[in-house]
């Protein structure tokens, strides 16, 4: 579904140059959970936001479904972004002056579906998150946690077909971490790929590949 | 509600998969109604100062000193704040949406 061909990510040039992602090769197939896994400053977050069409490669070719992703227009990749794909980021990024039911919304304000089948698709999400009794709060309103469940429920509102998380647990306390990780997992068992970025070690179990990374360098994947 | 704060914005907008012509007109409307509420305020404040001029110039005897408003005076006032404000929404929100999405949601 997404590949990876010698992707390289260089910051800077000469003497300031760092190389964050050094010859990336990897395979996603659809349906899987993908955890990448390293300390700090390996260059998870990076390879995770190349894979996402976020950011670009400076060497080497992403595919997705066999195709170049660097020949895509802006707009095409805007179209991924919308509708194949979610992303859910460690510092939740909603927007704030926006209620938790706007933001659930917003991507499908943007894919432009009409306003009685937003509303109502919105408000089922956050049902199904759990906040059901907070459709009308700002996420200033919200714990950590909430502010966490929303951005699930707005991943997911144009059916993508894959999530990204970026450290998703990473701003959570344990029990609300554990809840967030029980959702993605549902979420991979009706069929959703999910793609995530953690340095946590026991997260793992949730796993069914894992990719660890260590000074930008895939050194093992393990498949279970 | 500062710059980056809305840098930030355009990040999230663009990772949810917004295209430059979304963020461009979700930009330029908000910041043109800002502008041209900017433009309302102005214009009462102005009008009620100089109507309050003209009061005092006439109690003290100054009945030449009127205070001249004219229909068009408004309209132009109230377009050129408009396009105030859309200008001022335009630049930004182009150079914001130009990035990639990531290098928007780094300015934090």
């Not at chain 1, 976020?54 to 660097?70: F, H, I, Q």
């Not at chain 1, 714990?143 to 647990?169: C, H, M, Y």
Request: net charge positive.
């Amino acid at each position: 579904m997404i590949r990876a061909e010698n992707v390289w990510k260089i910051y800077g040039r000469g003497e300031a140059k760092t190389i964050a992602l050094k010859n990336i090769n990897l395979e996603i197939e659809e349906g899987e959970f993908v955890m990448i896994r390293g300390p700090s400053g390996c260059g998870k977050s990076t390879l995770l936001n190349i894979l996402a069409l976020l950011d670009v490669p400076t060497k080497g070719e992403v595919y997705y479904k066999g195709r170049k992703t660097s020949l895509m227009s802006e707009n095409k990749k805007a179209i991924f972004r919308r509708k194949i794909s979610g992303f859910i980021f460690q510092q939740f990024h909603l927007i704030k002056t926006l209620t938790a039911l706007e933001n659930v919304e917003l991507p499908m304000i943007l894919d432009e579906k009409d306003k009685y089948y937003r509303r109502k698709r919105a408000k089922k999400l956050l049902e199904m998150v759990g906040l059901e009794n907070r459709l009308n709060h700002y996420p200033h309103q919200l714990s950590g946690g909430q502010q966490q469940r929303v951005a699930i429920a707005r991943a997911l509102a144009n059916n993508p077909k894959i999530i990204f998380a970026d450290e998703p647990t990473g701003n959570l306390d344990s029990k609300s971490g554990i809840t967030v990780m029980e959702m993605l997992k549902e979420l991979n068992e009706k069929g959703i790929t999910i793609i995530m970025v953690t340095h946590e070690q026991e997260l793992e179990r949730y796993a069914s590949k894992i990719i660890k990374l260590r000074d930008g360098e895939i050194i093992e994947i393990v498949k279970k | 509600m500062s710059i980056l704060e809305r840098r930030k914005d355009i990040g999230i907008l663009k990772a949810l998969g917004a295209e430059t012509t979304d963020i461009l007109a979700i930009f330029i409307i908000e910041s043109g109604f800002l502008g041209l509420f900017g433009g309302v305020i102005g214009l009462i404040l102005g009008i009620l100062l100089a109507k309050g001029i003209e009061i005092v110039a006439h109690k003290m005897g100054y009945l030449m000193v009127n205070a001249y408003i004219s229909y068009e005076l408004i309209v132009g006032i109230l377009a050129f704040s408009f396009l105030v404000g859309v200008i001022s929404g335009y630049f930004p929100a182009k150079s914001g949406a130009k990035l990639n999405p990531i290098e928007t949601l780094r300015g934090e």
